[in-house]
């Protein structure tokens, strides 16, 4: 290395000790003396290592962008071969129940929330009106029964009348053929022969009125079978009012649940008012809103997988049931005008088309999954390694789910 000697630090003391001052400062001496150092050049090991650190950054970048054009081409292909959709929801058939017949209720025989079996009671009206409208329609019907039975007896009388005439009718034919004979002969006076043929006449009146009176005698009965009108009309009321006897007890049309139980004895219902919300979970099914273009190579039939966010991990086989027809399109009018769309975005929204599907087991579903309740579907139309991925992708998410 290159030492420099630094001036002594004494004074001059030749120039000190005569009192001349030094014109011009001494100059210091300064001796260096240096080594030149040679950059040493790389090694083949140095070279080797250079190389493969850029060979392994040029396959990491070719990974990733492989990667990167996998998931380009990966949306596309999973639109058309294996569509998902994870905004799905439970849904089932959803009824509200009401009384058929007005009155207070006396009774409410389940808890909100609660499952029921077909036919049990929820509950009961007041039935007592209802009970004297069966009495007063008994009464009624036995009332018609006795009218019909009074018409029906005298049926015979008539018909008895009628006979009688007619046979009357018969001896003044008879009688009025001798009276022509007997006067031909010149034995009877044209007087007898007017006189017979007056009692013909008075017959023949007889048994007119006589056919006329049992007519109206036996559709005044109208008979003592159903075609009676009189009795038909007595007994559908009777029925009517057992119907709405029979109705002020309200049952569970099929096994289910019940919700939204609001009633409390003695509230007054009327007739066709919602006094609870039932769920039938045997119609349950899922419907998931899916892209148009994700739905252009699916079809009612169509297998697919249904996962649950209140049960993570588990996939439930289905089956594609139907897609919607239509949607609202959302235009609005404006005295009698349809009005133009306001968007502006260069980038819309892509329409979405709800699809139902039914899951092949309903049994297989866990108690914690309700109405409501989330659900993600893939649907595969057909076979191959892209519905393979998507089924490893959506196992992979379970996983990832089940650990949360």
């Known amino acids: 290395m290159a030492q420099a000697v630094t001036p002594s630090d004494k004074p001059n003391t030749a120039l000190e000790r005569t ?11 300064v001796t260096v003396s240096s080594t030149t150092e040679l950059a040493a050049e790389p090694s083949p090991e140095d070279i080797a290592a250079a190389k493969a650190k850029r060979k392994k950054a040029g396959r990491i970048a070719l990974f990733l962008l492989l990667i990167l054009v996998a998931c380009f081409a990966w949306y596309p292909l999973s639109d058309r071969h294996a569509p998902f959709a994870s905004a799905g929801a439970v849904a089932a058939d959803v009824t509200s129940i009401s009384a058929r017949v007005p009155g207070p209720v006396t009774e ?12 049990d009671t929820l509950f009961t009206i007041d039935d007592t009106t209802y009970r004297m409208d069966v009495e007063l329609a008994k009464a009624q019907l036995e009332q018609v029964l006795n009218s019909v039975s009074s018409g029906v007896a005298a049926i015979p009388a008539a018909q008895a009348k009628l006979e009688q ?9 008879d009688d009025l053929d001798r009276q022509v004979q007997l006067h031909a002969k010149g034995l009877v006076s044209p007087t007898k022969l007017a006189q017979a043929e007056l009692a013909k006449s008075n017959a023949e009146l007889n048994v007119q009125a006589a056919r006329a009176d049992l007519e109206r005698t036996t559709t005044a009965s109208g008979g003592a079978d159903d075609s009676n009108p009189n009795i038909r009309t007595a007994r559908a009321n009777l029925e009517k009012a057992e119907f709405a006897l029979a109705n002020t007890r309200v049952v569970a049309p099929a096994d289910g649940y019940v919700t939204n139980v609001t009633l409390t004895e003695g509230q007054f219902v009327g ?19 899916f892209r148009e273009n994700q739905l252009i190579n699916v079809e009612p039939g169509d ?6 966010e209140a049960a993570p991990g588990k996939k439930f086989s289905a089956t594609v049931e139907s897609i919607a027809w239509g949607i609202n399109a959302g235009r609005t009018t404006a005295n009698g005008l349809a009005q133009p769309t306001t968007d502006t975005r260069w980038f819309p929204p892509a329409r979405k088309i709800p699809v139902r599907i039914a899951l092949d087991d309903l049994s ?12 993600g ?8 390694i892209i519905p393979a991925i998507a089924q490893a ?3 992979f998410n379970g996983f990832i789910s089940g650990l949360n």
């Not at 005439?165 to 003044?172: C, D, G, T």
């Not at 297998?303 to 649950?308: G, L």
């Not at 297989?364 to 659900?375: K, Y």
């Not at 649907?379 to 191959?384: L, Q």
């Open 165 to 173: 005439a007619q046979l009357a009718l018969v001896n003044a034919v």
């Open 377 to 384: 579907v893939l649907i595969e139309p057909d076979e191959g």
């Open 303 to 308: 297998k697919a997988t249904v996962v649950f």
């Open 108 to 119: 409410v025989a389940i808890r909100d929330n609660a499952a029921v079996k077909a036919g």
């Open 19 to 29: 009192g001349v001052p030094s014109a011009q400062p001494v100059p210091e001496v």
């Open 364 to 375: 297989d579903l866990p108690a914690n999954i309700r109405l409501g309740s989330e659900a």
């Open 393 to 395: 992708l959506l196992s």
């Open 271 to 289: 007739a066709g008012t919602g006094a609870l919300t039932f769920i039938n979970p045997a119609t349950q099914m899922v419907i998931a809103d």
